[in-house]
């Protein structure tokens, strides 16, 4: 996806503060963070959001969710949320599947 800003971090197009990163999977530290510890991990492959998946993905997920908590540990985060927003209204702004990892602060509940 030729404007995808997501595309472009993951083809190396625009600069990321990056965690990680391997074929399948980006990890980088969000730019306007929400908490003292706030990054992003990304399937390279562009998928608009958790409602675009294909039963095809559901290992690539797991490896997302698996990836994000063994960088939450590694960064000295061992409370954290995972958010997927998914459309709009929900707050997606980037539409480039991305599963946020906030913490290193307590996280209230309900959310917004
Ligand atoms: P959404 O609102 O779609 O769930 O989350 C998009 C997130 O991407 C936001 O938290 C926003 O701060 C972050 N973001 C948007 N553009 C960039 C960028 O160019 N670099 C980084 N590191 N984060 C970005
Ligand atoms: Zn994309």
Known sequence: MDDCIFCKISRGDIPANKLYEDD????????????????????????????????????????????????????GIPDFRLVMNNGAKAGQSVFHLHMHVLGGRPLSWPPG
């Open 24 to 75: 399948e999977v980006l990890a980088f530290w969000d730019l306007n963070p929400q908490a003292p510890k706030h990054f992003l991990i990304i399937p390279k492959k562009h998928v608009v959001g958790p409602a675009d998946l294909a039963r095809e993905d559901e290992p690539l997920m797991g490896r997302l969710t698996r990836k994000a908590s063994e960088l939450a540990d590694k960064h």
